[in-house]
Structures are given as structure tokens and as C-alpha cells.
């Protein structure tokens, strides 16, 4: 069957835009297709710096012919409604009336011929083209049409034949060209396997998953010769692989005079500035050589190419050690008191200000945090924003916190302090390291609650998806704090402690901890936590200990599990409903004791008995935190409740007896009501 190949040729487009044009491309010409009825088996889209390259794979020659009946207005409606549906149906339709049992209506049988996707497909590509969302886009010259950069060329072939595509004042051809350096003569193309094989014969490597293969495959062929090894950095292999179209690994040289400065700086200036792979020797300590990867081959093997990169980054190296030795010659104390000049929000001071209350804030909750020392925990405090003022950290900002520790080990502080400065932003994110020394433990909380607190009660929370001040974040956070140190930390206490910090205002700890209760689910949904269980202890109200309550959670989940947990979910779930409709009807509760004088029969004297015996002990097992110990007791229930059920009519005839059977029922829903709200249980 035919084949549509598209290739967009322009200027080069950012690597952080490449794989998300390529799907968009490829969404808005399949939806452009199917919505014309054009089927198709297959499409693939590849990116280049330069190309966007579509290719659809088992499209028809034309559209399939159309034969249906349509029913139109009523043989008696207005003259305007039936001229309506005429003008609606193709030319030389023939229309009757027939009746139906809602009466006369018009009927029409459409016979329409499909028409060939030859004369269908450019408006649908151009279509494509209009609508494509670059994250920013731009014209050029006098036309009004948008595009990434300025667009070159339009390939637009369609069973091996070329397309009237129009677009940006570009008009399509069969024809595109190779690499802009190496290959930049015209090519014609006749299909996709063509146009593949012409690439790469024109040094243009299509695939960016290729490419990132040559250049993992060459680096490590190349460092082994060099005796090193590269560093892992996937991010850093895209988008270099969205740098080039033919790419050509070769290493160079650091300097030695640059070794001293801190690991993390080289990598940083390498990485950010220049697109350079690090290395590491045999240990994993940072080894003197860089990756760099060209766009094209040269005559000397590359070594002019190593050696104006090697100036260049000698240039950059020189500016951090320029920084790195600057810094160090005053205290990393000495740089806190400009705090006061950076806003941390205009509603809620500097960041001066901010240090004052995490440092006030860390101090109590190191009463919390078993083995951390409350001098230590704030002298980190006080130091952790300090290296924003440095000027390391004003050219490489990603290393705050970073050179706040090696300042602060430089001038004599401890390791706990330092590594608390390093770890108090952590973690960022689900996959990233969360700390567990006492001392960044302590002070990472305090940086986060107050933010999420400062937040709250300014009224600045996320909302849709919008969060600029990445509170979800934040409280994802403390989360992780809380539950991989399995800390005792009561949230509420913690944010009434943060709130007075920040002086009188309205109290924010309820809501936020509703706040919470969300970013908890999603946190355990992922790790296939069902968030119903969540609920239903949450629900019993102001639970704020999150590892008692995970606790609680699985111990939940493990006995909900069992047919005991199961049979008796269905019960509560019967005695819940019984008692919501007849307490509705009566306008009464019926939570109140059973007379055991009223137990008539042994099923409800032996329920009322298991009762009896078993509320205490779930009450002081759930005191004790002893949640399985507690599901074990109600599993003791299943028997005499379902004999209850099984043997007892609640809604007796005798009116004193159907109340106090009632009641019964009340103490079923009472006993499960301690351990969790069961009626948020789901399925």
C-alpha cells in the first residue's frame, strides 16, 4: 500500500523541544488521517537538530466509497428544514418518503465515490503544520506563518510521487539535503527507504536513538583507551544527541591546575556551559579528561576540534577557580548577613528572615529526631543559605547547598553541619536521595515546613497545575523525611510551631494537613498503596504521625486481605446501611448500649458477649499501636457476626426489640469504627 514521507527541514531546532515535536507531528497527522478515513498500519516520526521526519505506512489510494441512508425532517416540516437536508446531501440525490411508526419522514440513499488521498493529504500535513505547539515558535522575512526557526525545505512524497504542500511561503519538492557541512548538495528521494539510505550516505544520522548509541558505544571505546570511564548522565546523552547529526566522540585533556577545585564544579561548568561528558578512574574519583561530541568529521582526526575545545574550557575552569579560591578567603559565616538583601517573598521577608525561623524551627524538631544535636542542627541552619551569597553559586546556581558545604568544611565545621548545609534542599523529587544523618534530617523539615506554612497562610497554594513555589514538592518532601527515617513527627504540632514563628494568623496546620493526605496518596498509590485505605484512616480524624498511620494502613490492607477482613467488610457495610435507613426514619441514633436483659436469642447474646470482650482489647491494641494485634481481635468477630446475620431478624416486630437490636448493630459498626472508618473502603 502507499507511503506519505514528510521531512521538514529548518534551522536548527533546541534539543529540549525535538522528542516532544516528533510526537506532536505524528499525533496531529494521524488525527488529520483518520478523520479523513484514511487508515494506516504504522507511523514513525525521527528528529534531527535540523529535520522533523514523518513517515505513515499502509495508507490507502483513496477514500473508501460512501453508501448509506439518511433520515431527514418529517415529510410535513417546514419547507425550510427540508431544503435544509437536500442542500446537506451530494448533488443528484434521490430522496422518498416513507413511513415510520413516529411517522413520515424523508429518507435519502448517499452513494459517494472516496476521493483520492492524493488531493486530501496536503491539507491535512499543513493543517499539522499550523498546529504544531512549539513551546516557542517565531517568523521570519514578511510571512505571518510560525515555526521553530526558519523553515528550508518541505520533502512531501506520497506513493513515491511528490505532494502540493504549501507552507511559510516553502513550496515541497522531492528533493532535501545532507549534512551543512559535509554533504549539503541537493537529493532527490523516492520513498523512505530511500530517503534513509541517502541520509546516512549524506552523513544525517534520522534516529536520535541511533545516534545516542554511537556516541555511548565510541565514548566507552575511547575512554577504555584512555583508562577511564565515562560518567553516567542519560539527560546529558539526549541532548547532545539532539546536538548532532552525525556525531564524532572524541576526548580531551583537563588541566591539572583545575583538579583541586570541587568535583561537582568541574562536572557543572562541563556540563551546563559546553555539553562535556566527565570521566572517572578506576575508584570513581573524576578523572582529568572530558567527552566532547562533534558534528563532523575533519581532515586531522578531530585534533583541532579538541584542542579549540580544551581553550575553551580551560577559560571557563579558570573563572571557577577564580571563585572557588575568592570565596574561600572569608568565612562562610561572614556571607549569611547579606541575606538581608534577597526577597525569599515579598509577603514573607528575606531569606534572612527565613534562615531565622528555620533555624528557630530545626532546633524543635531535633527533639524529635533521634541522635541529632540541637547546637549542630543550628549552626547548619544558619549556614545552609549563606553560599547564595558566594560567587560560586552566583555563576553556578545548581550548586547551592553543594558549596555551602565544602565553605563550611573549609572553615572548620563539622561533617554533621556540613552535610546538613548539602542535604537541606533534598530530596527533589521521587527518584532523588533522602537524607538520614540526624542533623540534615532536622534541617531539610525546617526548610520545607516553613515554606509550606509561609505559603498557606498567604493564601499562595497550588492550584490545577500550577504550583510556582513547588509546594507539592515541598510536602512530598517532608513526607519522605518522615516515613524512610520513620520519624515520630506530629504534623500538626510541627506546623502550629512553624505558623508562630511567623507570628498571629489564622491556623493553616487542618488544611495543610489535608494537603498532605493527597501527596501521601499519591506517594503510596505508587507504590501500590490503595488510597482508600489511606482514607479510611485518615478519617477517623486529625491523624497527623504518618508512620503510626502507615502502620495502621498495613495492617489495614493485610487483614482486609484475609476472608475474615473481607467477610466482615461486607457486614459492617450491611449493619451501616440497616442502621442509616431506620435511624433516618425513626430520626433517632441508635448508638447507644444494648440492655442484655433484651437478648433473647443465643446468636445476638453471643454477638453482644464477642462484643463485650472484644472492644477493650481492640481499644487498647490500637493505644498501644499494635494494629495487627487489633485486626486480629476484630477477626475474632467474623463467627458471631455472621451468625447474627444468618439467625437474627434486626427489624422484629416487637418495637423494643427491634431498638435494641439496633443497638446491637450500632457496637458491630462502633468496634470496626476503632481501627478505621470502614465505610471508605472501596470494592
Given at each position: 500500500?502507499?507511503?506519505?514521507?514528510?521531512?521538514?527541514?529548518?534551522?536548527?531546532?533546541?534539543?529540549?523541544?525535538?522528542?516532544?515535536?516528533?510526537?506532536d507531528l505524528k499525533r496531529l497527522v494521524g488525527e488529520g488521517l483518520k478523520a479523513a478515513g484514511l487508515t494506516f498500519t504504522n507511523a514513525q516520526t525521527f528528529v534531527t537538530p535540523r529535520r522533523l521526519t514523518l513517515v505513515v505506512y499502509g495508507l490507502p489510494a483513496k477514500q473508501a466509497d460512501i453508501s448509506e441512508e439518511r433520515r431527514?425532517?418529517?415529510?410535513?416540516?417546514?419547507?425550510?428544514?427540508?431544503?435544509?437536508?437536500?442542500?446537506?446531501?451530494?448533488?443528484?440525490?434521490?430522496?422518498?418518503?416513507?413511513?415510520?411508526?413516529?411517522?413520515?419522514?424523508?429518507?435519502?440513499?448517499?452513494?459517494?465515490?472516496?476521493?483520492?488521498?492524493?488531493?486530501?493529504?496536503?491539507?491535512?500535513?499543513?493543517?499539522?503544520?499550523?498546529?504544531?505547539?512549539?513551546?516557542?515558535?517565531?517568523?521570519?522575512?514578511?510571512?505571518?506563518?510560525?515555526?521553530?526557526?526558519?523553515?528550508?525545505?518541505?520533502?512531501?512524497?506520497?506513493?513515491?510521487?511528490?505532494?502540493?504542500?504549501?507552507?511559510?511561503?516553502?513550496?515541497?519538492?522531492?528533493?532535501?539535503?545532507?549534512?551543512?557541512?559535509?554533504?549539503?548538495?541537493?537529493?532527490?528521494?523516492?520513498?523512505?527507504?530511500?530517503?534513509?539510505?541517502?541520509?546516512?550516505?549524506?552523513?544525517?544520522?534520522?534516529?536520535?536513538?541511533?545516534?545516542?548509541?554511537?556516541?555511548?558505544?565510541?565514548?566507552?571505546?575511547?575512554?577504555?583507551?584512555?583508562?577511564?570511564?565515562?560518567?553516567?548522565?542519560?539527560?546529558?546523552?539526549?541532548?547532545?544527541?539532539?546536538?548532532?547529526?552525525?556525531?564524532?566522540?572524541?576526548?580531551?585533556?583537563?588541566?591539572?591546575?583545575?583538579?583541586?577545585?570541587?568535583?561537582?564544579?568541574?562536572?557543572?561548568?562541563?556540563?551546563?556551559?559546553?555539553?562535556?561528558?566527565?570521566?572517572?578512574?578506576?575508584?570513581?574519583?573524576?578523572?582529568?579528561?572530558?567527552?566532547?561530541?562533534?558534528?563532523?568529521?575533519?581532515?586531522?582526526?578531530?585534533?583541532?576540534?579538541?584542542?579549540?575545545?580544551?581553550?575553551?574550557?580551560?577559560?571557563?575552569?579558570?573563572?571557577?577557580?577564580?571563585?572557588?579560591?575568592?570565596?574561600?578567603?572569608?568565612?562562610?559565616?561572614?556571607?549569611?548577613?547579606?541575606?538581608?538583601?534577597?526577597?525569599?517573598?515579598?509577603?514573607?521577608?528575606?531569606?534572612?528572615?527565613?534562615?531565622?525561623?528555620?533555624q528557630a524551627l530545626a532546633a524543635e524538631l531535633s527533639e524529635k529526631v533521634p541522635g541529632a544535636d540541637r547546637d549542630k542542627v543550628r549552626s547548619a541552619a544558619r549556614l545552609a543559605k549563606a553560599d547564595l551569597s558566594t560567587g560560586m553559586v552566583g555563576e553556578f546556581p545548581d550548586l547551592q547547598g553543594i558549596m555551602g558545604a565544602y565553605?563550611?568544611?573549609?572553615?572548620?565545621?563539622?561533617?554533621?553541619?556540613?552535610?546538613?548545609?548539602?542535604?537541606?534542599?533534598?530530596?527533589?523529587?521521587?527518584?532523588?536521595?533522602?537524607?538520614?544523618?540526624?542533623?540534615?534530617?532536622?534541617?531539610?523539615?525546617?526548610?520545607?515546613?516553613?515554606?509550606?506554612?509561609?505559603?498557606?497562610?498567604?493564601?499562595?497554594?497550588?492550584?490545577?497545575?500550577?504550583?510556582?513555589?513547588?509546594?507539592?514538592?515541598?510536602?512530598?518532601?517532608?513526607?519522605?523525611?518522615?516515613?524512610?527515617?520513620?520519624?515520630?513527627?506530629?504534623?500538626?504540632?510541627?506546623?502550629?510551631?512553624?505558623?508562630?514563628?511567623?507570628?498571629?494568623?489564622?491556623?493553616?496546620?487542618?488544611?495543610?494537613?489535608?494537603?498532605?493526605?493527597?501527596?501521601?496518596?499519591?506517594?503510596?498509590?505508587?507504590?501500590?498503596?490503595?488510597?482508600?485505605?489511606?482514607?479510611?484512616?485518615?478519617?477517623?480524624?486529625?491523624?497527623?504521625?504518618?508512620?503510626?498511620?502507615?502502620?495502621?494502613?498495613?495492617?489495614?490492607?493485610?487483614?482486609?486481605?484475609?476472608?475474615?477482613?473481607?467477610?466482615?467488610?461486607?457486614?459492617?457495610?450491611?449493619?451501616?446501611?440497616?442502621?442509616?435507613?431506620?435511624?433516618?426514619?425513626?430520626?433517632?441514633?441508635?448508638?447507644?448500649?444494648?440492655?442484655?436483659?433484651?437478648?433473647?436469642?443465643?446468636?445476638?447474646?453471643?454477638?453482644?458477649?464477642?462484643?463485650?470482650?472484644a472492644m477493650p482489647v481492640i481499644a487498647g491494641k490500637v493505644a498501644a499501636e499494635d494494629f495487627t494485634a487489633a485486626m486480629t481481635a476484630l477477626a475474632g468477630l467474623r463467627a458471631p457476626v455472621d451468625a447474627f446475620f444468618d439467625k437474627v431478624t434486626v427489624n422484629a416486630d416487637d418495637a423494643k426489640l427491634r431498638e435494641n437490636r439496633?443497638?446491637?448493630?450500632?457496637?458491630?459498626?462502633?468496634?470496626?469504627?476503632?481501627?478505621?472508618?470502614?465505610?471508605?473502603?472501596?470494592?
Amino acid at each position: 500500500m502507499p507511503e506519505l514521507l514528510l521531512e521538514l527541514l529548518s534551522e536548527e531546532i533546541p534539543a529540549r523541544m525535538q522528542a516532544r515535536a516528533a510526537d506532536d507531528l505524528k499525533r496531529l497527522v494521524g488525527e488529520g488521517l483518520k478523520a479523513a478515513g484514511l487508515t494506516f498500519t504504522n507511523a514513525q516520526t525521527f528528529v534531527t537538530p535540523r529535520r522533523l521526519t514523518l513517515v505513515v505506512y499502509g495508507l490507502p489510494a483513496k477514500q473508501a466509497d460512501i453508501s448509506e441512508e439518511r433520515r431527514g425532517p418529517r415529510a410535513d416540516a417546514p419547507e425550510q428544514a427540508k431544503q435544509g437536508f437536500m442542500k446537506s446531501l451530494p448533488k443528484d440525490t434521490e430522496i422518498e418518503q416513507r413511513d415510520t411508526e413516529k411517522g413520515t419522514f424523508l429518507f435519502a440513499k448517499v452513494e459517494q465515490a472516496g476521493e483520492k488521498s492524493r488531493l486530501i493529504l496536503p491539507k491535512i500535513i499543513q493543517t499539522a503544520m499550523q498546529n504544531l505547539p512549539w513551546p516557542k515558535s517565531m517568523r521570519w522575512g514578511t510571512g505571518k506563518a510560525r515555526w521553530v526557526r526558519p523553515l528550508h525545505s518541505i520533502l512531501a512524497v506520497f506513493d513515491q510521487e511528490g505532494l502540493p504542500v504549501q507552507f511559510a511561503g516553502v513550496e515541497a519538492g522531492v528533493t532535501t539535503r545532507g549534512h551543512a557541512f559535509m554533504a549539503p548538495g541537493t537529493i532527490e528521494v523516492a520513498d523512505f527507504a530511500d530517503y534513509e539510505k541517502s541520509m546516512k550516505a549524506a552523513k544525517v544520522i534520522i534516529d536520535p536513538a541511533v545516534r545516542k548509541e554511537i556516541i555511548a558505544a565510541d565514548a566507552a571505546k575511547m575512554c577504555k583507551g584512555a583508562g577511564v570511564v565515562m560518567k553516567d548522565d542519560p539527560a546529558l546523552l539526549d541532548e547532545v544527541a539532539g546536538l548532532v547529526e552525525w556525531p564524532v566522540v572524541l576526548i580531551g585533556e583537563i588541566d591539572a591546575e583545575f583538579m583541586d577545585v570541587p568535583p561537582e564544579v568541574l562536572i557543572t561548568s562541563m556540563r551546563k556551559h559546553q555539553k562535556y561528558f566527565a570521566t572517572e578512574d578506576a575508584k570513581g574519583n573524576l578523572a582529568p579528561k572530558f567527552i566532547v561530541v562533534a558534528n563532523r568529521e575533519t581532515t586531522d582526526g578531530g585534533r583541532q576540534v579538541v584542542a579549540g575545545n580544551e581553550r575553551v574550557l580551560r577559560a571557563r575552569l579558570a573563572d571557577a577557580k577564580f571563585f572557588w579560591d575568592l570565596d574561600r578567603k572569608t568565612p562562610l559565616s561572614s556571607k549569611a548577613p547579606q541575606l538581608k538583601e534577597r526577597v525569599f517573598h515579598a509577603k514573607l521577608g528575606t531569606l534572612d528572615e527565613k534562615v531565622d525561623r528555620m533555624q528557630a524551627l530545626a532546633a524543635e524538631l531535633s527533639e524529635k529526631v533521634p541522635g541529632a544535636d540541637r547546637d549542630k542542627v543550628r549552626s547548619a541552619a544558619r549556614l545552609a543559605k549563606a553560599d547564595l551569597s558566594t560567587g560560586m553559586v552566583g555563576e553556578f546556581p545548581d550548586l547551592q547547598g553543594i558549596m555551602g558545604a565544602y565553605y563550611a568544611r573549609h572553615d572548620g565545621e563539622s561533617d554533621a553541619v556540613a552535610t546538613a548545609i548539602a542535604e537541606h534542599y533534598s530530596p527533589l523529587g521521587p527518584s532523588d536521595a533522602c537524607p538520614s544523618k540526624p542533623e540534615s534530617v532536622c534541617v531539610s523539615l525546617a526548610d520545607k515546613i516553613d515554606s509550606l506554612v509561609g505559603f498557606w497562610s498567604i493564601d499562595e497554594k497550588p492550584t490545577g497545575s500550577k504550583d510556582p513555589y513547588a509546594l507539592r514538592r515541598a510536602a512530598l518532601g517532608v513526607i519522605r523525611l518522615v516515613i524512610e527515617n520513620k520519624l515520630r513527627l506530629p504534623l500538626l504540632e510541627a506546623f502550629a510551631q512553624s505558623q508562630g514563628l511567623y507570628g498571629k494568623g489564622e491556623a493553616v496546620g487542618p488544611d495543610l494537613l489535608s494537603f498532605f493526605a493527597d501527596r501521601l496518596k499519591v506517594h503510596l498509590r505508587e507504590q501500590g498503596v490503595k488510597h482508600d485505605h489511606i482514607d479510611a484512616v485518615f478519617a477517623l480524624g486529625n491523624e497527623d504521625d504518618l508512620v503510626r498511620l502507615l502502620a495502621r494502613v498495613e495492617a489495614l490492607a493485610a487483614f482486609l486481605g484475609t476472608d475474615d477482613g473481607g467477610n466482615l467488610l461486607t457486614a459492617y457495610r450491611r449493619a451501616a446501611n440497616i442502621l442509616k435507613i431506620e435511624e433516618k426514619k425513626d430520626g433517632v441514633s441508635y448508638a447507644a448500649q444494648p440492655d442484655d436483659t433484651m437478648l433473647v436469642d443465643d446468636a445476638e447474646r453471643d454477638l453482644f458477649s464477642a462484643l463485650e470482650e472484644a472492644m477493650p482489647v481492640i481499644a487498647g491494641k490500637v493505644a498501644a499501636e499494635d494494629f495487627t494485634a487489633a485486626m486480629t481481635a476484630l477477626a475474632g468477630l467474623r463467627a458471631p457476626v455472621d451468625a447474627f446475620f444468618d439467625k437474627v431478624t434486626v427489624n422484629a416486630d416487637d418495637a423494643k426489640l427491634r431498638e435494641n437490636r439496633l443497638k446491637l448493630l450500632s457496637m458491630i459498626r462502633t468496634a470496626l469504627e476503632g481501627v478505621a472508618d470502614f465505610s471508605r473502603i472501596e470494592g
